[in-house]
Structure formats: structure tokens, C-alpha cells
């Protein structure tokens, strides 16, 4: 993709956020999600706060009051732009999601070629300013999944958007198997991901190290399948392992105990 085409995807989903939450009510907004301790309106918080901090706004003075669903440095600093905006309600947050993604999508639009390849940290490590939209990209639509799990309202599962996110996560597939699940030498793993925005991920281990094939193996040690909407919730840590294996959610087929300790492996999110 172009860097423009990046950006487009990225005002895609925020558009998509928007047209979701834009008829809630109140009590919609107040929804719990799959993220402990976050609601609708908790989601939004996160994905505002991320944004104003990008366009260098300072950080609320604030200090979260109730802060046992947290689990780690990341998560507190997390709960304090979400817990600041809990007393709001969910159209002031809503309003300024709209105020932030509007200047954030003047900003990109407005970016030279050479800008977009200026290097800079990435919550994954050092990167391109492009290569941050997409890791943005990815973030967006896993919090409106999560808020459309919430709210009953599936939508955004076959789209480009969602293609870009399962290739984010699929990317992570080799060292999941190899380095998490500690599958042996010589073994090789498929992950097919079904619908519209899926695709195989074939990957090898040697060395003990994962690496992508080109090409799907006839006979694969292990076969694991799952649509985009549980590979995702997997992926992300919103679902529960072994609650996915047994309701069929997400199929092993061959090395069964192998495949098993990959699906509990899978989440690669902090």
C-alpha cells in the first residue's frame, strides 16, 4: 500500500467508530466489554487518549481510584486517560474522539513521502511513521470489535480494515509457535484464518527459531482454523483458550496437543 492508502484505511475504521457510536445511549455506552474493568465508553476513553497523547496534549493529573482489573505498568497508565473521562458521559467522549481523529487525519494528509519515513518509536519497537499508522490501524478496529461484541452489533469483519489487522497479528504467528509454544524442529504449523479478511499462514520451525513459508505444506504437522473474528479474540487476549477449543470455536486437526499449546500461546497482546 501507498502511504496514502495507509492513511485512508486509517480514517476508514475511524469513521466506522464513529457511525457505530454516534446512536448510543447512555446506557449502551456504560456496556461492559471482554476488556475487564472497561465498558463502551471505556474503549472510546482509550482510543481518545491514545490520539491526544500522539498530537502531544498533556496527560490528565489524575490518579485512578479503582485499579484491580490492571495488570501491568502499560495497563495503569492505560487507566488513567480512561478513568478521568468516566465520569463524562459517552457523547462528550464521542465528541472529542471527533475533535481528535479530525486534526490527527489533517496531520497525515498533510505528510510528505520523506515524513512518512521518519523513524520513530512504535509501541513495538524503533519504526517509520508509517509503519505507526498501521500498528494505529490494528488498535482502532480491535477496541470497535470490542465495543460491537459488547453492544450486539457485528460489522467491519470482511473489510480491508480487518485484512490489515489479521495480517498484524498473523505476522506474529512464527514466533508465537517457535518461541511461546516451543514447538519442536522440523515442525510445521497452518494457521487458516476463514471469511473475506483471513488468509493461511503456513510457518516452519528450525533452529528453534518460526519462520513463514511460501507455500502450505501437504501433510503440516498441525492444521489450527479459525474465523477472523475468534483468531482475533485469540490473538488479542479477549477470549479464553481453552473456552475457544471446546466450543469449536477454533479446530485442531493433526499433533493435537501441539496445536493446543499454540492456541494458548496465541495472545501477543502486553
Known sequence: MSNQEVVDLMEQVWSSIDSLCSPLSEAQWKTATDCPGWSV?????????SE??????????HTPQDTGHVKNDMGQSNEVVVDFRRSWT???????????????????????EEQFATEMQTPIGPGTVTEFVRIRIMDAWV????????????GELESSVAAHAVGRVARAMPFV???????????????EIT????????????????????????????KITADVETFMCLGCGRWDPTESLSSGKI????????????????????
Open 251 to 270: 479446530a485442531v486437526v493433526g499433533d493435537t496437543a501441539l496445536g493446543e499449546k499454540i492456541v494458548h500461546q496465541m495472545n501477543i497482546m502486553i
Open 52 to 61: 491526544s497523547g500522539i498530537l502531544g496534549e498533556p496527560r490528565p493529573d
Open 195 to 222: 471469511g473475506p479478511a483471513g488468509r493461511v499462514v503456513p510457518v516452519s520451525i528450525e533452529g528453534g527459531r518460526g519462520s513463514e513459508l511460501d507455500s502450505v505444506p501437504p501433510s503440516p504437522t498441525v
Open 143 to 154: 477496541h470497535e470489535q470490542d465495543i460491537r461484541r459488547a453492544l450486539n452489533i457485528p
Open 177 to 191: 509457535t517457535a518461541r511461546k509454544a516451543q514447538a519442536p524442529d522440523g515442525a510445521t504449523v497452518v494457521f
Open 41 to 49: 465508553q471505556d474503549q472510546m476513553s482509550h482510543l481518545v487518549g
Open 90 to 112: 459517552g457523547q462528550n467522549v464521542l465528541d472529542e474522539f471527533r475533535d481528535l481523529t479530525g486534526r490527527r487525519m489533517t496531520y497525515l494528509r498533510g505528510l510528505t
